[in-house]
T-cell receptor, first 111, second 113 residues
Framework: SQTIHQWPATLVQPVGSPLSLECTVE??????LYWYRQAAGRGLQLLFY??????ISSEVPQNLSASRPQDRQFILSSKKLLLSDSGFYLC??????????FGEGSRLTVL | QKEVEQNSGPLSVPEGAIASLNCTYS??????FFWYRQYSGKSPELIMS????GDKEDGRFTAQLNKASQYVSLLIRDSQPSDSATYLC?????????????FGQGTELSVKP
């Protein structure tokens, strides 16, 4: 069966520090992968998606970037965090049944 | 601007009652509809998907879709305290765009013993 893992689960970072969140998928090949963010009091917002290695599409202008160095690996990064980057970051994959499945999430607090 | 609207709640129902959660969407061309359950501090978990007008039942859950009214709902029968969570409605307007979903803000459900 397919599983999706994210890490770290929780992190607290100072403003201006870099960020790297990692997501890996097991049990499938060439998945469509997504990064969503859930900010406090707001709904889930799509940040990036990827249909293959090196292929990244950005949905909203922001301080973040994404990369897909391997088929089942998706990374979310920032060079300098802002307070507004705080939130719950969710990696997801689009399953063969036409449904979106989320990882456990990474909760980021920027101080 | 594609939008999905949900009442934020909280919706409070007694144990054993039917909980009714509602969602409206703005894009008439939307094709796929999903309900997720999210416990506090956890990631969303897919409950049901629905693609055609009418009802779809899965255990205690029934999803209802009315494309003409741009309305989708989730009924939870025999509600249990473990059903207390936030329920997210999500819409996909282009199946070829896969997991690019528009989410509502969520409805908080509280089931009282």
């Amino acid at each position: 069966s397919q599983t999706i893992h994210q890490w770290p689960a929780t992190l607290v970072q100072p403003v201006g520090s870099p960020l790297s969140l990692e997501c890996t998928v097991e049990g499938t090949s060439n998945p469509n992968l997504y990064w969503y963010r859930q900010a406090a009091g707001r709904g889930l917002q799509l940040l990036f998606y990827s249909v293959g290695i090196g292929q990244i599409s950005s949905e909203v202008p922001q301080n973040l970037s994404a990369s897909r160095p391997q088929d089942r690996q998706f990374i979310l990064s920032s060079k300098k965090l802002l307070l507004s980057d705080s939130g719950f970051y969710l990696c997801a994959w689009w399953g063969l049944t036409g449904e979106l499945f989320f990882g456990e999430g990474s909760r980021l607090t920027v101080l | 601007q594609k939008e999905v609207e949900q009442n934020s709640g909280p919706l409070s129902v007694p144990e054993g009652a039917i909980a009714s959660l509602n969602c409206t969407y703005s894009d008439r061309g939307s094709q796929s509809f999903f309900w997720y359950r999210q416990y506090s501090g956890k990631s969303p978990e897919l409950i049901m998907s629905i693609y055609s007008n009418g009802d779809k039942e899965d255990g205690r859950f029934t999803a209802q879709l009315n494309k003409a009214s741009q309305y989708v709902s989730l009924l939870i029968r025999d509600s249990q305290p473990s059903d207390s969570a936030t329920y997210l409605c999500a819409v996909n307007w282009n199946y070829n765009q896969g997991g690019k979903l528009i989410f509502g803000q969520g409805t908080e459900l509280s089931v009282k013993p």
